[in-house]
């Protein structure tokens, strides 16, 4: 009972502002205490609203009360101060849940502030204050507080674990040191942990140092990813003059094409309007003297017809018909044709010119710690065995040599209904997922698309719906027909300039998302390179499109 008469005292004399003992006490109008400076600050943040409230009931107050100090108040807080009163501790004070608690506090436990590895019981402030002020508790070893001081207990002798077994890296008691562990490499606790101490510093060096290293790494990479900015920006800057040069110098030549024309236009148009004003001038000209000769035939007068007949019978000189060239309706069409012309080799010269302005953008290696291979060795590197699903496979395609051969056959297999298979394009699949780095090459014959897609890639349907290259953003395909290569992506065909060979080589790198198709002869030349972001496991695809055309995933050595 004295002790809740206690708790009583402490929360009656106790400001539920600071949750300490009163100071310098004052009672405001609702009958609540708090100490002076306390209440003052409360009501300071409250000065802009202009209404003051009570922390505890928020009874409002206007206009702000004026404080006095109760002395009577103070007088008995003091007194109750020298009988030993103390303040309650703050609600923060006492351990919760995940706290670890005062093993010798009764009733609500406090927060423990420390451990005690000798007593193997935690301590609060209170508590603890022994180990601070008795010389043999001064020597125990305190550490912060620990909900897991009895696994330092042995569960067979019940003893401070305070050796380790080197033989069986496990700390033991010294009872087990003489008992199951006899004749192990035993060590006090300490003198290891001394040991593993010094082994936790050469690691902790260790790490330090690479992450020097790494931060140095960083730095370097983030000045990489600076330069890049810098020549990508001033290369499209560059390359945007340039074409802009082009465009204006076309413009030019369409402008002075143009003028030309006019020029030309006006000049034709006026001489053929001056011979037309002749024309019909003489026509004019003609009908006069004609009515004059018809007047003339109609005069009895035989003398006077005689008479009149030689002048007018006179005519002035033709222009005659035949001198008039009439060129067939097509004038200014030749211009056009040539004009035509032109365009048609613009169009060959940025084909061809693209090609290579597109695969020097795409050579730009950054990733200078994992570059690209250069020669057959380093492709070798990555080589991949790949065999074809037969799941996948249209019924008009044959596969062979352990599913490394697929042949376009004239007449339909007899394979099973399968969801993954090609309905209706001549195309197979992969079994194997590809990702990290893979290289593999196929040795064809006759069309054949060589390509990679999205396990997702639709299945039914022609070209635009399932075909490689086609079917929206899910496969990149090298068509490789006669003498003339074609890469597909998104339905966009795009003309690829290079040596026609009987096997083609690709090269993929998903994390970097990089897909290289190459050339493969006596050399190796690169014919398309796709720079992307791949968010799946891709899989090689082979589309077969005409009978007797075949292709192989070869044996790479």
């Not at 402030?125 to 180990?131: A, D, N, W």
């Not at 395609?397 to 051969?405: I, Y």
Request: include cysteine; proline fraction near 3%.
């Amino acid at each position: 009972m004295a002790e809740k008469g206690d708790q009583l005292d402490r929360e009656t004399f106790s400001c539920s502002i600071c949750l300490d003992l009163l100071k310098d006490p004052v009672t405001i109008p609702c009958g609540h205490s708090y100490c002076m400076n306390c209440i003052k600050s409360f009501w300071d943040g409250e000065d802009q609203k202009r209404i003051y409230s009570c922390p505890q009931c928020r009874q409002t107050f206007t206009p702000r009360p004026v404080l006095v100090k109760s002395t009577m108040f103070a007088a008995l807080v003091e007194k109750l101060k020298k009988t030993g009163l103390q303040a309650a501790p703050a609600d923060h004070c006492y351990a919760g849940p995940e706290d670890v608690v005062c093993d010798f506090c009764s009733g609500r436990k406090l927060k423990a502030i420390k451990s005690c590895l000798f007593c193997l019981a935690s301590y609060c402030e209170k508590h603890l204050q022994p180990h601070y002020d008795v010389a043999p508790l001064k020597k125990h070893k305190l550490v912060e507080p620990s909900k897991n001081l009895q696994e330092n207990i042995c569960s067979r002798h019940d003893e401070v674990m305070k050796m380790f077994c080197r033989t069986d890296q496990k700390c033991i008691c010294y009872l087990c040191s003489v008992d199951e562990h006899k004749g192990h490499d035993t060590v006090s606790a300490a003198a290891e942990r001394t040991e593993r101490q010094r082994e936790l510093e050469v690691s902790r060096q260790e790490i330090q140092q690479r992450i020097q290293d790494r931060e140095k790494d960083v730095k370097l990479l983030q000045q990489e990813v600076e330069a890049i900015n810098h020549s990508a920006d001033k290369t499209v800057e560059d390359s945007e003059k340039i074409f802009t040069e082009l465009i204006r110098l076309i413009q030019k030549r369409s402008s002075d094409v143009k003028q030309q024309i006019r020029s030309q236009q006006e000049t034709e148009v006026s001489g053929v309007k001056e011979l037309q004003e002749k024309l019909e001038q003489e026509i004019t000209e003609l009908k006069r003297k004609d009515a004059e000769l018809k007047q003339l035939s109609h005069t009895e007068d035989h003398n006077q017809f005689l008479h009149n007949y030689p002048s007018l019978s006179a005519l002035s000189e033709s222009t005659h018909s035949s001198s008039i060239n009439i060129c067939p309706l097509r004038y200014f069409e030749d211009v056009t044709a040539a004009v035509s012309e032109l365009r048609d080799k613009l169009q060959d010269i940025l084909t061809d010119r693209w090609t290579n302005i597109s695969l020097t953008v795409t050579d730009v290696d950054v990733l200078l710690s994992q570059p690209r291979p250069k020669r057959r060795a380093g492709f070798l590197k990555y080589s991949c065995e790949i065999t074809l699903d037969p799941n996948t496979a249209n019924t008009q395609l044959l596969l062979s040599e352990g599913n490394r051969k697929v042949t376009r056959m004239d007449q339909r297999q007899s394979y099973s209904s399968h969801p993954d298979r090609f309905t209706e394009c001549c195309q197979v699949l992969s079994r194997e997922s590809l990702i990290g780095r893979c290289y593999w090459e196929v040795e064809m014959r006759g069309e054949v698309d060589v390509a990679v897609a999205y396990k997702n890639i639709s299945r039914a349907g022609w070209g635009n719906e399932s075909g490689f290259g086609y079917s929206s953003d899910k496969s990149w395909s090298l068509a490789c027909y006669q003498n003339s290569y074609y890469f597909y992506y998104n339905s966009i065909r795009t003309s690829i300039s290079g040596p026609r060979s009987s096997r083609v080589g690709v090269y993929l790198d998903h994390r970097a998302g990089i897909l290289s198709f190459y050339s493969v002869s006596e050399t190796r030349t690169l014919l398309h390179r796709v720079q992307t972001t791949f968010t799946q496991p891709l899989y090689a695809g082979v589309g077969i499109w005409s009978v007797g055309s075949s292709a192989e995933l070869c044996k790479v050595k």
